[in-house]
């Protein structure tokens, strides 16, 4: 049986990758700074083609790193002074699902919309609304087991042991989760936590509510469209390929014949356009740096 694709999904590919968290990046940043650009937050770019936005009051910054120093192409902090510490950080590294960076920052969007009360709420386990746990549960209730690999680590593996979510409990150093992937939370898939195919990280005080968008997306069981020719040689023999087939569609309309007409013009990049994965960029770094 052929995986039922969500309905509200642009469909942009010509398989279905299945389970979702083998799907890998779609190779472009637009999708997951949407959001945020429909906020008006302002956009920049270095001559490398890495992009920054940064929120009105300053106090949420996000990079797209597709020419950065390793393998972290999504870095987002969150700030309570803009000059000061970041309050909580998290990274998406250069393989990670676009569309989980995308439940992030289209929950962070929503937050903002609510204040610091909302998008720098701390997690606390004594507060149902923002215990930890309940970033877990979207997972739990796909399938995902329990699993307790280190006395200070609690662990959620996927049903085929090729994803998890895995939680640190004990202090920290607070630089070390901004920079390494030595954080409170890290999200992953491959065979090993220390040679991922695909990472998340995000540091202690990251709020509930965003990992939860994070975890809902990865849990949904709606597969994702890929262009076949991009997928991975990890992903060939472990995740579900099944081709996308086109509706079946009446003669071609006026309205058809113009938008066919208009996709051969010549394009013109739109100023909000994000660069693509470029193959000039380095390869990720070997060891715990992001």
């Not at 510490?85 to 998406?92: A, D, K, L, R, T």
């Not at 695909?198 to 994070?214: G, H, K, R």
Request: aromatic share 10%; glycine share 6%; with cysteine.
């Amino acid at each position: 049986m052929s995986p039922d694709p969500d309905p509200h999904h642009d469909i942009d590919g010509d398989v279905y990758v299945c389970p979702r968290h083998l799907a890998s990046t779609t190779g472009t940043g637009d999708p997951a700074l949407a959001p945020l650009r429909a906020l008006g937050w302002d956009l920049q770019h270095d001559d490398r083609g890495n992009v920054y936005v940064t929120a009105p009051d300053r106090r949420i910054r996000l990079g797209y790193f597709p020419e950065g120093e390793d393998d972290g192409l999504w870095r987002i902090t969150a700030y309570r002074d803009p000059f000061a510490q970041p309050i909580w950080g998290v990274c998406f590294n250069d393989a990670a699902p676009t569309e989980f960076v995308q439940a992030f920052t289209t929950a962070l969007a929503s937050a903002y919309q609510h204040g610091p009360d909302a998008y720098l709420a701390r997690p606390n386990s004594m507060d149902p609304e923002h215990d930890p746990f309940l970033a877990v549960v979207p997972l739990l209730r796909e399938g995902w087991l329990f699993e307790r690999p280190d006395p200070r680590v609690f662990r959620v593996r996927a049903p085929d042991g090729l994803a998890a979510l895995e939680y640190t409990t004990g202090p920290l150093d607070a630089d070390a989760e901004l920079t390494t992937r030595t954080s409170r939370w890290q999200l992953w898939a491959g065979e090993s936590v220390d040679r991922p195919f695909w990472y998340a990280t995000a540091s202690t005080d990251t709020p509930v509510a965003l990992l939860t968008a994070v975890t809902h997306s990865v849990a949904d069981p709606a597969p994702l469209p890929r262009w076949r020719e991009d997928t991975s040689s990890y992903l060939k023999g472990v995740a579900q390929l099944t081709p996308i087939v086109p509706a079946a569609s009446s003669a071609p309309t006026p309205l058809d014949v113009q938008r066919a007409a208009t996709s051969r013009r010549p394009a013109t990049l739109a100023a909000t356009s994000v660069p693509r994965w470029s193959t000039t960029s380095r390869p990720p770094l070997p060891g715990p740096r992001r």
